[in-house]
């Protein structure tokens, strides 16, 4: 049974450059949710999509951050242009829709180093 | 202000050994709490959840404890494994609709 699958791994790139990382979730999940983590702050949530579509991106930090969901198997976080303080861990999860209280399953994550 | 505290940061404790981590929380309404643990680089993944009505809750040597009237929650593990050394996340998550409220977390090593 595969998870929640993330593209790629790690990226280390130069400031300035986009960044683009990819996420397959869980087939069937109809939420997906992208995070940012770092030592300092934890988790953060930066946008969620439900099926498809986004419902809250008050967590994206500024307008050099953008999220789409084009269809049920494939969402992307896209970073233009990055800089070294977007350097983190970003998970992607998903989650469904249902009674009772689902558990959202995260991918490995990407860790981002820009530099 | 909606917010998870967690408590100790880190922790060190010999295998076999028991410990508890500590979770307390303003969030409110307050609709379940959920216990994450994270390996080192890997996602988090979910142990236990527990809603308004329950007091405790069990996942093999991972006990969860609950008490909605003073906004606390604990997880006890039992025997400590090498393999329980990752950092454990405390989730809150408020009425439907509303964004998950997570906690820094609580780093544990066990030591042989």
């Known amino acids: 049974d595969a998870g929640v699958i993330q593209s790629p791994r790690h990226e280390v790139t130069e400031m300035g450059q986009e960044v683009t990382l990819r996420c397959k979730p869980i087939?069937?999940?109809?939420?997906l949710f992208w995070y940012r983590q770092t030592m300092m702050r934890g988790l953060e949530l930066l946008i969620y999509?439900?099926?498809?579509?986004?419902?809250?991106d008050s967590g994206m930090p500024e307008d050099r951050f953008s999220a789409k969901m084009p269809n049920a198997s494939f969402s992307t976080l896209k970073i233009q242009p990055s800089e070294p303080r977007d350097s983190a861990v970003y998970f992607c999860?998903?989650?469904?829709?249902?009674?009772?209280?689902?558990?959202?399953?995260f991918g490995d994550g990407t860790r981002l180093s820009i530099l | 202000k909606n917010q998870v505290e967690q408590s100790p940061q880190s922790l060190i404790i010999l295998e076999g050994k028991n410990c508890t981590l500590q979770?307390?929380?303003?969030?409110?309404?307050?609709?379940?709490l959920r216990w994450y643990k994270q390996d080192t680089g890997r996602g988090p993944v979910s142990l236990t959840i527990?809603?308004?009505?329950?007091n405790t809750k069990s996942n093999g040597r991972y006990t969860a404890t609950l008490d909605a009237d003073t906004k606390q929650s604990s997880l006890h593990i039992t025997a400590s494994q090498l393999s329980d050394s990752a950092s454990y996340i405390c989730?809150?998550?408020?009425?439907?609709?509303?964004?998950?409220?997570f906690g820094k977390g609580t780093t544990l090593s066990v030591s042989s």
């Open positions: 999860a998903s989650r469904q829709q249902g009674l009772g209280n689902q558990p959202q399953h």
């Open positions: 087939s069937g999940h109809d939420y």
């Open positions: 999509f439900n099926n498809n579509v986004p419902i809250d």
């Open positions: 979770c307390n929380y303003t969030v409110s309404p307050f609709s379940n």
């Open positions: 527990m809603t308004f009505s329950e």
């Open positions: 989730v809150v998550s408020g009425q439907a609709g509303t964004a998950l409220i």
